[in-house]
């Protein structure tokens, strides 16, 4: 299958804009992290979303409303990356999967544990234009592509058929996919996901407050992502007792957190009592003892 930008759909061409800003990123004398195929797989697309996105976060002549991208981007790639090493390379956790995998590089740019299984999660169109950006390249694990949607009704058979065994512990990534589906959906996702994760097996996600999606300051953003065809539909105040309902046990916490700022939030961390204000969370935490998850 040959896959262009232009055979990406509105959602799976945000992870263009990803990885041009993994690109400006690794370009930086004070980068977090370096992703040296980041310029590979950004496309003649990227750099163009990445204009937007700018333009809309710092408006000529006016004051920031919405949060720093770019910072945010930094912050979240670099506290995954730490996250991912530090769960794989503890204990007997021998499998990370990544859902959706987008145009993350980190099979190739990351050392990783010599028993570990390596899954990418995504639609075929995505899977393939990063297949042919980074032809030539080997990764550095036991790489295996699972090329499926994620609301396909049995996408676990896939996985299951790569090598994935739902018995071993785990670690999964669900990174820049919950404020892209319904409610429902993202409900739906995490009991899937659950119900495919042996006890004791670690999740980490990011997703942001409701808040963040109505507030008039942040309407430039949102109207970015909504004008490409790929709104923000979901949201949540608490995340821990989203994932409490599906079998985890799980911390949230903020960029600018001692534990997710690495000297790079430009904002105020509002305190979680406060109300009416935007946010994003970096949740992680452990499936619990029973080996499904429940619906909620």
């Not at 991208?69 to 991912?84: E, G, Q, V």
């Not at 503890?90 to 499998?95: K, S, V, Y």
Request: charged letters at 25%; a negative charge.
């Amino acid at each position: 299958m040959t896959s262009t930008p232009d055979t990406l759909d509105a959602v799976e061409r945000t992870a263009l804009l990803t990885a041009a800003l993994r690109a400006v990123e690794s370009a930086r004398s004070d980068r977090l992290y370096d992703d040296p195929y980041a310029a590979r797989l950004v496309g003649d697309i990227g750099p163009r979303l990445l204009g937007e996105v700018r333009a809309a976060t710092f408006p000529p002549g006016a004051p920031r409303t919405v949060p720093s991208t770019p910072d945010y981007n930094a912050i979240r790639t670099r506290f995954f990356d730490d996250h991912l090493r530090r769960e794989a390379s503890a204990g007997d956790r021998p499998q990370v999967v990544l859902a959706p995998a987008g145009m993350d590089s980190r099979a190739y740019r990351l050392d990783w544990p010599d028993h570990t299984r390596y899954f990418e999660v995504d639609r075929p169109a995505v899977l393939a234009y990063k297949e042919e950006r980074l032809h030539g390249v080997a990764p550095r694990v036991d790489h295996r592509r699972v090329a499926v949607d994620l609301t396909h009704p049995d996408w676990e058979r896939d996985l299951v058929a790569a090598g994935y065994d739902p018995d071993a512990p785990s670690v999964w990534l669900l990174e820049g996919l919950l404020y892209y589906i319904p409610r429902d959906d993202a409900h739906r996702v995490l009991e899937r996901v659950a119900a495919l994760m042996a006890p004791g097996s670690r999740i980490a996600a990011d997703i942001v407050n409701d808040s963040a999606l109505t507030l008039p300051g942040m309407r430039p953003l949102l109207d970015v992502f909504a004008g490409w065809g790929c709104p923000w539909v979901f949201g949540t105040a608490e995340p821990e007792a989203l994932f409490a309902g599906h079998g985890f046990a799980v911390r949230a916490v903020q960029p600018g957190d001692p534990e997710a700022d690495y000297g790079r939030w430009p904002d105020p961390v509002p305190p979680r009592a406060e109300s009416g204000v935007r946010r994003v969370f970096f949740v992680h935490g452990t499936k619990n003892g029973t080996k499904n998850g429940t619906g909620s």
